[in-house]
């Protein structure tokens, strides 16, 4: 089958004899027709190889679709920003008006003042030195700065107030004072401490450097090694555990021990599983002052566990307000805390705890440690935290939340020091003893 050109077509049709209305008619169409596809094609020929850059091919319609995203609406078209042609408007500017414009004359300084250089050239020294501060290089220590790091990673702060009350737990035994052993308990539980403080940063590097908070810490910036860390970690807990042990007794040397168990190896590690931990750590910061107690005494009173429920209940208030105003941290760094999982509970147990320190501070006479005092003074400053925890419960900002902390740092103290104040005094029974016989001797 041969294929015939429509322009011979229509040479052939006019050869056609014209006798009847219908072959003239069917001639006209069919001439008509074929002229009109022959214009056609050829148009549509040549649009297809002068504008090939504007074929919807399979790409074009990918594009088209990604421009829409599904929604729980529906699918919503992104808006992108309109593109000036920046040419279009400096093409179309009028000469006219820019020939009217004159030109500024040039400001000249006044005689006597001073003009600063427009470009100042940086020396080359300058460029060198902060060149190679950009670049990565070791961080070389020296040994002077070894206290502050091994400062730092004792977390000195804290450490100092373990030793407080522990301090203070020694002060409220009810037996004579005795420097020796109080000097001993108190090096052994800073000793301890530290030993924690560092093992604690070990673990936690990959997760402080994700904090702003502890970002800065030497294990993170790399002013010490891991091995040294460790190492200083050991030199702190060994004396220390053996000094509680050896120089006051077993009790406070195993409670030491249990204390640092339960920081590094159970706090640490719940940070980031389950919000339990606050109650964890809330329990080591309650033994310290139950380490004090039982230096003085070589056993577990009433007393010592209402001084180590003094401090359980008061770290809620003090923690839950601290961590509520740093909760971008604790999840940037991956930690479970009541303030970034369950805000709600964490506002509902920080009162709850505020309250319950007007409760323990009433138990104090009836377990026979301080006189009937105790709870009246002590009032004042417990309705006051408590009076903060509401308020942090009710509106839970920021500011009340900061509020709540601040207060929490002088109330601890000023808590402590009004238990001592209040202590009920101890008469020896060899004193008591001779006490009557005294005025009989001398009628």
């Known amino acids: 089958m041969y294929k015939t050109p429509c322009c011979r077509l229509t040479g052939v049709w006019k050869c056609l004899p014209r006798d009847g209305l219908v072959g003239v008619s069917v001639q006209q169409k069919l001439i008509a027709n074929a002229a009109r596809s022959h214009m056609s094609a050829r148009s549509l020929i040549q649009l297809c190889r002068k504008n090939q850059a504007e074929w919807i091919t399979f790409q074009h319609l990918c594009f088209l679709k990604r421009q829409y995203v599904k929604s729980s609406s529906g699918l919503g078209q992104r808006a992108r920003p309109k593109q000036e042609h920046v040419a279009s408007v400096l093409d179309d500017r009028d000469d006219s ?3 009217q414009v004159q030109q500024i004359p040039a400001l000249k300084p006044q005689p006597g003042t001073v003009v600063p250089p427009c470009d100042p050239v940086e020396p080359e020294a300058a460029r060198t030195a902060r060149l ?8 070389k220590v020296e040994y ?3 206290p502050g790091i091994y400062a730092r990673l004792s977390k000195l702060k804290l450490t100092a107030l373990v030793v407080t009350t522990a301090a203070a737990g020694y002060a409220m035994a009810p037996v004579p004072f005795d420097p020796v052993t109080f000097l001993m308990a108190s090096i052994g539980t800073g000793l301890s401490s530290c030993t924690a403080n560092s093992i604690n940063q ?3 590097v990959p997760f402080d450097s994700n904090m702003n908070r502890t970002k800065n810490r030497p294990l993170v910036r790399g002013q010490i090694s891991p091995l040294h860390a460790v190492s200083f970690a050991l030199a702190c807990g060994i004396p220390g555990l053996t000094l509680l042990t050896l120089g006051v007794n077993p009790l406070t040397g195993f409670l030491g021990a249990l204390n640092i168990f339960l920081y590094t190896c159970c706090y640490t590690p719940l940070k ?12 080591v910061g309650a033994i310290p002052p139950v380490m004090g107690w039982t230096a003085a005494t070589g056993s577990l009173d009433p007393g010592a566990l209402l001084l180590g429920g003094f401090l359980f209940s008061w770290q809620f208030p003090h923690f839950n307000a601290l961590s509520w105003n740093l909760r971008e941290d604790y999840s940037r760094g991956g930690y479970r805390m009541m303030s970034v999982t369950h805000p709600g509970l964490c506002k509902r147990v920080a009162l709850r705890h505020s309250v319950g320190l007007i409760g323990l501070s009433a138990l104090g006479p009836v377990l026979d440690i301080t006189t009937w005092t105790f709870p009246l003074v002590s009032l004042p400053i417990n309705l006051y935290i408590s009076y903060l925890a509401f308020r942090f419960y009710h509106y839970g900002d920021r500011q009340n939340a900061r509020k709540l902390f601040f207060c929490s740092l002088w109330h601890l103290p000023m808590l402590l020091l009004l238990a001592l104040t209040c202590k009920k005094s101890r008469v020896p029974q060899d004193e008591a003893a001779v006490a009557p016989s005294t005025p009989s001797l001398v009628l």
């Open 202 to 204: 070990y673990f936690e």
């Open 272 to 283: 980031r599983l389950s919000i339990t931990n606050t109650w964890v750590g809330a329990v």
């Open 144 to 146: 002077s700065d070894l």
């Open 132 to 139: 190679e501060a950009r670049q990565w290089k070791e961080l």
């Open 97 to 99: 008006v820019v020939s």
